[in-house]
Every structure is written in structure tokens, then in C-alpha cells.
Nanobody, 122 residues
Framework: QVQLVESGGGLVQAGGSLRLSCAAS????????MSWFRQAPGKEREFVAA????????DYTDSVKGRFTISRDNAKNTVYLKMNSLKPEDTAVYYC???????????????WGQGTQVTVSS
């Protein structure tokens, strides 16, 4: 089992930046790919970004490319999402996810955090 705890969310003005963190605990000796998803009010949860266990492969949804950067520090069992040039449409609950494979995926994840709220005001 892996437990995931997100932090770093908050209220920011459009054009601002935030950095989300996701700390993993439990069975962290395995090689997990990690990802961020988000869910806006009234919408389905959507894929945002993913990173392989080694950090050598990343993937982003088109709407955040060039603005968001996913990274990880395996020594700290933590994955990050740096979000720049935030827009009101980025407002959502952001969830961290882990899958029990080292390669990235946009949909197949086994463990989820409880989420952190990001609100971008116009």
C-alpha cells in the first residue's frame, strides 16, 4: 500500500504560480510512475501530467503544456507540479496518483491522494 498526501494548493490570481507537492509513504521501495489529475466543479476528473519512476519520461495534457512542469525527488518520495501562468480554468481539486509500474500512463493508476484545492481568480 502507498499513501499519498498533497499540499501546496491555495488561492492565486490569474498569471500567478503555485507548486504542488505529493509525499508518498508506505511501500515506497517499488518503482512507481506518478501523475497529477484534476477535477473542476461539475466536470470529470482529467489527466494533467505524469512522470516515470526515473523521471526520464513526462507527459502533459495539451492545455498545460508550456505552463506546468512535473518533477520528482525519489530520495524524498515526493513528486511536484510547478504551475505557472495560471488561468481561471485551472481551478480544480488536484489529485496525486501512483501506479505500480515505472512507466507513465494517462489513466491507469492504483493509488490516489485526497486532493488539494487550487483556485485561480480572474
Amino acid at each position: 500500500q502507498v499513501q499519498l498526501v498533497e499540499s501546496g494548493g491555495g488561492l492565486v490570481q490569474a498569471g500567478g504560480s503555485l507548486r504542488l507537492s505529493c509525499a508518498a509513504s508506505g511501500r515506497t521501495s517499488s518503482r512507481y510512475a506518478m501523475s497529477w489529475f484534476r477535477q473542476a466543479p461539475g466536470k470529470e476528473r482529467e489527466f494533467v501530467a505524469a512522470i516515470s519512476w526515473s523521471g526520464g519520461s513526462t507527459d502533459y495534457t495539451d492545455s498545460v503544456k508550456g505552463r506546468f512542469t512535473i518533477s520528482r525527488d525519489n530520495a524524498k518520495n515526493t513528486v511536484y507540479l510547478k504551475m505557472n501562468s495560471l488561468k481561471p480554468e485551472d481551478t480544480a481539486v488536484y489529485y496525486c496518483a501512483a501506479r505500480t509500474r515505472p512507466t507513465i500512463s494517462t489513466s491507469n493508476y492504483d493509488y490516489w491522494g485526497q486532493g488539494t484545492q487550487v483556485t485561480v481568480s480572474s
